[in-house]
């Protein structure tokens, strides 16, 4: 079953708005997730390490005041695209590493799709 | 994290065996191999990983070349569920923070 759960799937939204995705591990404590972006036909893009109790980190060229992430207990990060524009929409996907003994292998969640309007 | 090489698409007849190639030439001594797929509109899958020896699970072997440079995912009999991209990502395996960089990946088209 799921390891790692997003929410929401879909959400459509309005230009100028925000819009919170939530991330959640499941059954394990995740002090680091990851959050990808990807647009259609391409691969995926790290955006931002999320870190449990201190400051994301954040990839080149990612606008941070743009994606906050906040990664607020073990399991859960969310990422809340701010003043969200029709360019912001894409496939938005989170992931956690499962500790050892499974070598911190990294799951991904189902991914949620924005549609900015 | 050292950078691979994969075909860009990949046909495959069902039941077959589907044998996608990954070149990683530059891997160092600690760095896994890993495999994901992505069926569309959906996250990333996981699918195996290893090291220097071949491993096998429910869904697949990785095949890894004694030098290391090169790795071959198997599956076994290939079912039309398996049309996604697949990725090959080279990894250290025990950095718990160690994130995943994901390249354009091999399109595999199971056809019937």
């Known amino acids: 079953g799921a390891v790692v759960s997003q929410h929401p799937s879909r959400v459509i939204c309005k230009s100028g708005t925000s819009v919170k995705i939530e991330c959640r591990s499941l059954?394990?404590?995740?002090?680091?997730m990851f959050w990808y972006r990807q647009f259609p036909k391409q691969s995926l893009m790290l955006m931002a390490t999320s870190n449990e109790g201190s400051k994301a980190t954040y990839e080149q060229g990612v606008e941070k005041d743009k994606f906050l992430i906040n990664h607020a207990s073990l399991t859960l990060s969310t990422l809340t695209v701010t003043s969200a524009h029709p360019e912001d929409s894409s496939f938005y996907i989170c992931?956690?590493?499962?500790?050892?003994?499974?070598?911190?292998?990294?799951?991904f969640g189902e991914g949620s799709w924005l549609t900015v309007v | 994290d050292a950078k691979t090489t994969q075909p860009t698409s990949m046909d495959c007849a069902e039941g077959r065996a589907a044998n996608l190639p990954c070149n990683h030439s530059t891997i160092s001594g600690n760095e896994y191999v890993y495999w994901y797929r992505q069926i569309h509109s959906q996250g990333p899958q996981y699918i195996i990983h290893g090291l220097k020896n071949n491993e096998t699970n429910e869904m697949a072997s990785l095949i890894i070349t004694e030098d290391r440079k090169s790795s071959t995912l198997i599956l076994p009999h290939a079912t039309l569920r398996d049309t996604a991209v697949y990725y090959c990502?080279?990894?250290?395996?025990?950095?718990?923070?160690?994130?995943?960089?994901f390249g354009a990946g091999t399109i595999l088209r199971v056809k019937s």
């Open positions: 992931s956690a590493p499962l500790p050892r003994p499974t070598g911190n292998t990294i799951y």
């Open positions: 059954d394990f404590q995740a002090t680091t």
């Open positions: 990502i080279v990894r250290l395996y025990m950095e718990y923070g160690n994130k995943l960089v």
